[in-house]
């Protein structure tokens, strides 16, 4: 049975609940009993003293690569799951891009009874939209599901052939399932490794143009409109993109859609003197595609934040910037993050927060993201003020992977509660 916990003197911000105030938060069962006063009775086993704090909901990722099975010299369940309690996030959605895919029933089953077995943050496992993300064959959606798939993605895989797009999302309409898709045509992103611009020409690296997401976005917009299924747009990186979705949710269309959170600070001049830890995908595009993916969360027309987490070994990025693998890691920088964009765009601490708590948990179908009574108890306790700075040797993950390496950030969690247990509790925290 889980602790009864007394979380005392904190800053509580609820997002969802218009909540931003100083009360106590109180958990037992797992989940939130009471804010505020104390339920009757109520005998706290532990006190967390938070005064100074913010005391959040919990972090909801909607993409963390966790790199098992199949990945392990990256990184491992236990290492990423670490991180994401280290980094405040209680609950996150792993794409299907393992080796072998998500594709079969009981893969889903080996990573969800290991992810539970480490009792750490929840995990809840994308499946693959076709058999072994080939854009060919589409796996048994159903089945996935009933063994706890929340949606069905390609991942980084294209499905080239648009009549089997077109099937996927019938399929997946005719059972109410929701398509994650990451808009971008593989023919016009072929051999890219940065943003088309003038700064790609000058350093002679091959480009992948905004039109590679805005012409896909186009196509799965009108499967959209023709099917009527729930699509989730990862990773938008251009401004025509965002403008693309704001006028199809104008529309009525199902569409939502995330960015990743390094998105909304960095541009193709990161990118610097060939930094391979710049190397990502989709690429980081022009200034303006930045700040429209800044005003596009502000907004409302993004939906959620996320880490895109993709720890890769050092070797595979000890290369030339065109030859090494793209991704960066993530789970502990979304936080700090995040706060950094709110507090760049001068938005209130719940706005910034509700990105990746509240927004993203609508998108996923999950009760969580808030913290009212009777809301599972995943809190993320939080010193907004204290600064760190971002190396290899302070990261948990297994992934030193980030263009972010030697960066000072502010924004350090001091604990962790998921199911209403603490999973996480910084060194020298004691309440």
């Known amino acids: ?10 800053r509580l911000v609820d997002p969802r609940h218009g909540v931003d105030a100083q009360r106590d938060l109180y958990l037992a069962d797992g989940r939130v009993v009471a804010v505020g006063a104390a339920p009757e009775g109520f005998a706290a086993d532990r006190t967390i003293e938070a005064a100074g704090l913010v005391v959040a909901p919990g972090l909801v990722d909607l993409a963390a690569r966790l790199r098992e099975p199949g990945f392990e010299y990256k990184a491992t369940l236990e290492s990423e799951m670490l991180a994401a309690v280290a980094g405040g996030v209680t609950s996150l959605a792993c794409p299907p891009d393992t080796d072998p895919p998500l594709d079969e029933p009981g893969l889903v089953e080996m990573l969800t009874r290991r ?20 854009g060919e064959r589409l796996t048994e959606m159903a089945e996935l599901a009933e063994h706890g798939c929340v949606a069905f993605s390609q991942a980084n895989a294209p499905i080239t052939d648009t009549q089997v797009l077109w099937r996927a999302l019938q399929y997946a309409a005719t059972f109410g399932f929701a398509v994650w898709l990451r808009p971008e045509d593989a023919h016009l992103a072929r051999n890219g490794v940065a943003h088309d611009g003038a700064f790609a020409t000058r350093l002679g690296l091959p480009g992948i143009p905004a039109i590679a997401e805005t012409v896909a976005v186009g196509t799965i917009l009108e499967l959209v409109r023709a099917t009527g299924t729930r699509v989730h747009l990862c ?4 401004a025509d993109g965002v403008a693309l979705v704001r006028a199809a949710k104008r529309a009525g269309l199902p569409v939502t ?51 895109d987490h993709t720890p890769v070994d050092e070797d595979a990025k000890q290369t030339p910037f065109g030859e090494s693998e793209p991704g960066a890691t993530g789970l502990e920088l979304l936080l700090p993050l995040a706060l950094k964009w709110g507090e760049e765009a001068h938005l209130p601490l719940a706005a910034a927060l509700a990105a990746v708590t509240g927004s993203p948990a609508r998108v996923l179908g999950i009760d969580g993201g808030h913290l009212g009574v009777g809301a599972p108890g995943d809190v993320c306790v939080f010193d907004p003020a204290a600064h760190f700075r971002v190396a290899a040797g302070t990261l948990r993950s297994q992934g030193k992977n980030t263009p ?5 950030l502010a924004g350090v969690v001091r604990y962790t509660l998921v199911r209403g247990d603490v999973r996480y509790e910084a060194a020298g925290e004691r309440g």
């Open 1 to 10: 049975m889980a602790a009864r916990i007394r979380i005392r003197g904190g």
């Open 404 to 408: 972010y390496l030697g960066y000072e």
């Open 115 to 134: 992810a539970r077995s480490l009792n750490l943050a929840r995990v809840y496992p994308v499946g693959a939209l076709t058999a072994k993300l080939e």
């Open 257 to 307: 859609c995330d960015v990743a959170v390094h998105h909304l600070h960095l541009s193709d001049l990161d990118i610097g003197y060939f930094d391979s830890h710049a190397r990502v995908v989709p690429p980081f595009r022009g200034g303006r595609d930045r700040d429209a993916l800044r005003a596009g969360v502000a907004d409302g027309t993004i939906d959620a934040v996320c880490s």
């Open 235 to 238: 990773r938008l990186s251009s």
